[in-house]
């Protein structure tokens, strides 16, 4: 257990500004999430933290002790900071058990630490094994288990679940949760996978350009995005023109109630966000419906995305649930309302950043 | 910085004889028609030899690890063989095969030179290539192939391109070690620099004049290592992508190639190990007969492997933080270190023993005469092929491991030795083994700074061989290529030719 307190942190690699001072605190034994698209920096971020790279501006502290400041850096294997890496790096000369066993006192080896890490894992009677006999998600699994295994304070993942399948990823993302969860470390997750950041973790930080642009709970970071380009990197988004009269907005989707927020709101002519899911459809002649054109119908099994047109030109997206009981084609007249509240923005902003779909190939991020 | 010390000591000397020596004596020396004619006729000779040893190691090392080439795992470990016999010696073989049919003479010159280094060098650009091959990531190839690619195209495009560094490696060796063979060069009677040098000293006792062509000569391996490092700064520095878990590579199907590429193998085998195995045979029983032979014979076989383990464990040693800092830290200065490393390498053995005599009089008088200064001259002389080794393979052991090691909490030494010593441990050993072979091997040096009185096998074959008697010289000749095959066979067995292509 150790909180993790970043602060100011510059990396530049010569010409090409990696980090220009981040700052972050990750609360002892909390889960936090840096979330952002490749070349954004978050894994150098995660370098720095582990100590593979000195910060040329900023300190890091971990429990109140400096471990990295310009010139005055705690080697890694003097910071108790474990790392999982992007494709595992299993030692491929060590067996399973030796490689959790790596960084092991001998007392802890004698106490059998490794099989139980290693069953904490799910690999139990996998001991012997060589790396290169082992799956994909099972090497995965091992890397996490060297990782926990000394037992450190503070665990960081770089991408781990990358190169897994999207079954795997669950079922390894739920374990790991679980495996932190009973050792209670403090871990730093770094992922280009808005899904994997709100789904495990209980804190996630955006990082744009060497930045951490907004961090907070996964719901405040879906619901209130500081800006367009968090809104459309976290999530969907459905973006109207507005008219805002007080805490309300006027919209081609009808009049909707804004997000209160703190702190000056812009008025006038403004945009405004929703996300898919807030708009239903609704059976014709509802009272506050709008009525819409099915332009396209993505169908994922549990959900499903239609994209649509209003009648004054205007698109919007609406996930709807249960697409298998009345689905709507493509050509259909829906009736369309709004729930919940909106997110205002001065109009200037272009909303760029769009959300990847799936997986896509990340380099050094 | 110790490392290169003794790198430097040979450079040093020829800068101070030189400086002694004055510029107008110098240029005397220098600029004479026969002093181009020496840079041409080597640099031919390393051309030549070079460029066959780059295509038959290429070739060898690509039949016996990719292809489906019958017999390849026996036929892989033998080919490393040659390095086992020594230049002069193989040189020795020939002539005296060739003589009994042709008459005295026949088998001389620049193109008899050529066939002869070929045939014991190539193993410096085979043995690498092998090893990068076995353990190249197929994953490329197999992207190659999805792309429409056959797979001769491939194998040609993408494998070949992978194992560059390796073949630029084995190749700059070749070069190097041309630029300095003295043995076979004078048995065939090829006038080049090392030959020269030689006759300047020890008929002429000419010591400005041998000082001289041994500058021009370090400038010609100078040159050399400038092309060198151009062609590897366009190559990326080479590594599995992904994960440490291995799958072996494919293999490209001869067909009806299949018979003639083992006819091609065995002969060239049968050129660079039957030719000497049968001309050794032939005298060996003449050698042995003689009486008091044995006891000579044994102590020369263990004086041998000693100075040779000294050595090697000197060398291995020195190389060792070398090697690491040019794979870990590729700066200037790690790449000045390298470079000065392979300058001395092409100093002809008796220039490093003159200057190691010299040093040993004036400023290590306690080492003279004894067999340190002796491992100190192996280990100047042998260093770039120890660094070569260790550099190649730390840098197969990727940098990743050692950090998730060291957030493990272990420290850089632990590290070291836990994980990138046994990742890179094969490819040390090779190293290892190749400069134990080398020094067994090596003999200018030899002949000048062991302690009186000591005989190794390779200066008992010479002593005997310069007073031409053949039969006694045999048994030396034959015991230097059997202990020699020893870590050859082993060298060979560790690249995975034997171990990892079987099935």
Redo the contacts between chains.
């Keep these: 257990m150790a909180e993790l307190r970043i602060a100011d942190v510059h990396k530049a690699y010569g010409r090409v500004r990696a980090l220009s001072g981040v700052h972050l605190t990750v609360r002892s034994g909390a889960l936090v999430a840096v979330l952002g698209p490749s070349g954004s920096g978050k894994t150098t971020l995660l370098r720095c933290i582990a100590g593979f790279e000195p910060p040329d501006v900023g300190e890091i502290r971990l429990e109140g002790r400096r471990i990295a400041a310009p010139g005055a850096s705690v080697p890694p294997e003097r910071r108790r900071i474990a790392v999982v890496p992007q494709e595992g790096a299993l030692f491929p000369h060590l067996s399973v058990l030796d490689n959790i066993a790596y960084g092991l006192d001998r007392a802890a080896r004698r106490a059998g630490r490794a099989t139980a890490v290693l069953e904490l894992v799910g690999l139990a009677g996998l001991q012997d094994r060589m790396p290169h006999h082992l799956s994909g998600g099972q090497q995965q699994r091992v890397a996490v288990a060297r990782a926990l295994a000394p037992r450190p304070p503070v665990v960081l993942l770089d991408e781990p679940f990358n190169a897994l399948d999207a079954a795997l990823r669950a079922e390894l993302r739920r374990d790991v949760w679980q495996a932190l969860r009973a050792d209670g470390a403090t871990a730093v997750l770094v992922t280009h996978d808005q899904a994997e950041a709100l789904s495990m973790a209980e804190e996630v930080a955006v990082m744009r350009d060497g930045r951490i642009v907004q961090s907070g709970p996964p719901e405040l970071l879906y619901g209130s995005p500081a800006d367009p380009w968090v809104a459309g990197f976290v999530g969907e988004a459905v973006w109207l023109p507005a008219v805002l009269d007080r805490d309300r907005a006027d919209t081609p989707l009808g009049t909707i109630r804004l997000t209160a927020l703190e702190g000056s709101a812009p008025t006038g002519t403004v945009r405004v966000l929703l996300r898919p899911e807030q708009i239903t459809l609704v059976p014709p002649g509802a009272p506050n419906a709008v009525a819409a054109t099915v332009v396209r119908r993505d169908f994922y099994g549990h959900d499903a995305m239609l994209a649509l047109r209003l009648d004054d030109g205007t698109r919007v997206a609406a996930r709807i649930f249960d697409p298998a009981s009345a689905p709507p084609a493509v050509g259909d007249e829906v009736c369309l309302h709004v729930r919940g509240t909106a997110r205002a923005f001065p109009p200037g902003e272009r909303a760029s950043g769009r959300r990847p779909r799936g997986r896509r190939p990340s380099g050094p991020a | 910085m110790l490392a290169v010390g003794v790198a430097l000591i040979p450079l040093a000397y020829l800068a101070t004889r030189a400086g002694e020596a004055g510029w107008d004596r110098m240029a005397d020396e220098l600029f004479t028609a026969r002093t181009g004619e020496l840079v041409v006729r080597s640099v031919a000779l390393a051309t030549v030899v070079t460029a066959a040893c780059t295509a038959l190691g290429v070739t060898l090392a690509f039949l016996v690890t990719r292809s489906d080439l019958p017999g390849r795992r026996l036929l892989g470990v033998l080919a490393a063989l040659p390095l086992a016999v020594p230049s002069y010696v193989a040189a020795f073989a020939w002539v005296s095969t060739l003589q009994g049919d042709a008459g005295v003479g026949s088998f001389a010159g620049f193109w008899a030179a050529a066939l002869v280094l070929t045939l014991v060098s190539y193993p410096y650009v085979y043995l690498p290539v092998a090893a990068a091959l076995v353990g190249s990531d197929p994953a490329q190839e197999e992207v190659a192939r999805s792309l429409g690619r056959g797979p001769w195209r491939t194998a040609v495009g993408v494998t070949l391109r992978q194992v560059r560094p390796a073949v630029a490696a084995g190749a700059l060796l070749v070069a190097l070690y041309v630029l300095s063979d003295f043995g076979a060069v004078s048995i065939l009677r090829v006038d080049v620099f090392t030959r020269a040098i030689f006759t300047a000293i020890s008929l002429g006792f000419d010591r400005t004049g041998a000082l001289v062509l041994s500058t021009v000569l370090v400038a010609l391996t100078a040159l050399v290592l400038l092309a060198e490092q151009f062609s590897r700064r366009r190559a990326a520095r080479y590594a599995r992508l ?6 072996p590579p494919g293999r490209v199907r001869l067909g009806r190639l299949r018979w003639p590429a083992v006819l091609g193998v065995a002969g060239v085998l049968g050129a660079a190990l039957g030719v000497p195995a049968v001309s050794l045979l032939r005298w060996f029983g003449e050698g042995v007969s003689r009486p008091g032979s044995l006891g000579e014979l044994a102590d020369a076989a263990a004086n041998s492997l000693g100075v040779a383990l000294l050595g090697t464990g000197l060398t291995m040693m020195l190389a060792l933080p070398v090697g690491l800092l040019s794979a870990r830290a590729p700066g200037l200065l790690a790449m000045a270190l390298d470079r000065l490393a392979y300058l001395s390498h092409a100093l002809p053995g008796l220039v490093i023993g003159l200057s190691l005599v010299f040093f040993g009089i004036n400023v290590a008088y306690p080492l003279y005469q004894s067999v340190w200064l002796l491992a100190l001259a192996y280990a100047a002389l042998f260093l770039p092929l120890a660094v070569a080794a260790v550099s190649a393979a730390v840098a197969q052991a ?1 940098p ?2 050692e ?10 030494a632990h ?1 070291l030795r ?2 990138t010593v ?2 890179a441990a094969p490819g040390i050993g090779a190293g290892a083994a190749l400069v134990f072979l080398t020094c067994m091997k090596e003999l200018p040096a030899t002949l000048l700074l062991r302690p009186t009185g000591m005989d190794t096998l390779a200066t008992g074959l010479w002593t005997r061989t310069s007073v031409a008697a053949y039969a006694a010289a045999a048994p030396y000749a034959a015991l230097l290529v059997l202990i020699a095959a020893v870590p050859t066979w082993w060298l060979s067995a560790r690249t995975g030719v034997l171990t990892r292509t079987g099935g």
Excluded: C
Aim: net charge positive.
């Design positions: 992904g994960g440490g878990a291995a799958r990727p990743g491991l950090e998730v090691a060291r957030s493990l909490g272990r420290r850089r590290v836990t994980v046994p990742l």
